[in-house]
């Protein structure tokens, strides 16, 4: 059996056909089939139903999927501690961030703990949007992933591989530049406002977006929205500032704006959705600086 048709198999999984994953492996279709079917004879079971257009997993593939997932992790963190222990890799500590907590809530988190230990915490960040933060973390590229938790937003990083560390509470607030003197919203969220509401919106692969639309989803909106924008946090908050539109954004992220009255509530509590900061991790071991760096945060 080659690592690489675990790979192979993963790649299937997360294009949803042979020709895309057949591409991101950068070979061929039909040599990337073979090497799927060469997979399944030394499995000795079928791990893709092909009686059907769009491909399904068979039930012992959606069960080795997770065994495949879980082994191409342990590898990578295996790897990497044996590189430390040799001393041919810096014992660093790679830590990914959402955008939203990158430039506030990181340095501050950061700084406390290194407040709390006499030796150098080495720290490689990387702030990216969930979706490929996920994907990092299944692939056992990273040692910890920090970003928002919502219930019902819940991550791939919510399984049963992964456990997480609750760092604090926030909230995600509708937030309007205001329309005069009297600090009224220029985008209100209300059932009389005049037409559709501009939206500043998240991508699909934002974790943000994934929590606001499930909002959405759970509540009757009073007013009708025009997404106008899509970015990240720190670009819809400058945008919001600027008056194009309406967005929901971490309330710790603008507590200047808002002291300051450059941005002010467009709707009232009802609409704020409380979210949990989270430090996410596999469960299988990592290695020794990386469990060092867990202790400390948990204290």
Not at 167 to 173: H, R, S, T
Not at 246 to 252: E, G, H, Q, T, V
């Amino acid at each position: 059996m080659e690592m690489a048709w675990l790979e192979d198999f993963g790649a299937l999984i997360r294009a949803g056909n042979f020709s895309r994953a057949a591409s991101a492996r950068c070979v061929t279709q039909p040599a990337f089939s073979r090497r799927i079917r060469a997979l399944e004879e030394w499995l000795g079971v079928e791990l893709v139903d092909r009686s059907t257009h769009q491909i399904a997993l068979t039930p012992a593939g959606k069960r080795f999927a997770a065994i495949a997932e879980q082994v191409l992790r342990d590898i990578e963190h295996g790897r990497r501690e044996v590189q430390e222990i040799a001393g041919t890799s810096a014992s660093t500590v790679k830590i990914l961030v959402t955008h939203a907590l990158a430039l506030n809530f990181f340095p501050q988190w950061l700084a406390t703990l290194q407040a709390m230990t006499d030796t150098e915490i080495p720290i490689q960040l990387t702030a990216d949007n969930m979706g490929a933060s996920e994907k990092t973390m299944q692939n056992g590229k990273a040692h910890f992933c920090l970003c928002y938790f919502y219930p019902r937003a819940t991550s791939i990083l919510d399984g049963a591989g992964f456990q997480s560390l609750s760092l604090g509470a926030d909230a995600l607030v509708p937030f309007s530049a205001p329309r005069g003197a009297d600090q009224a919203p220029l985008h209100p969220l209300t059932g009389d406002a005049d037409g559709a509401v501009n939206l500043l919106a998240y991508g699909a692969e934002s974790g943000m977006g994934r929590i606001v639309s499930s909002m959405f989803e759970a509540n009757a909106m009073p007013a009708s929205f025009t997404p106008v924008f899509t970015s990240h946090t720190l670009v819809l908050a400058r945008m919001a500032k600027d008056g194009k539109g309406l967005a929901w954004l971490p309330r710790s992220i603008v507590a200047d704006d808002l002291a300051k009255g450059t941005l002010v509530r467009a709707g009232d509590s009802h609409w704020d959705i409380p979210v949990d900061v989270r430090l996410y991790r596999p469960r299988a071991r990592q290695s020794q600086s990386a469990e060092a760096f867990w202790k400390l945060a948990a204290i």
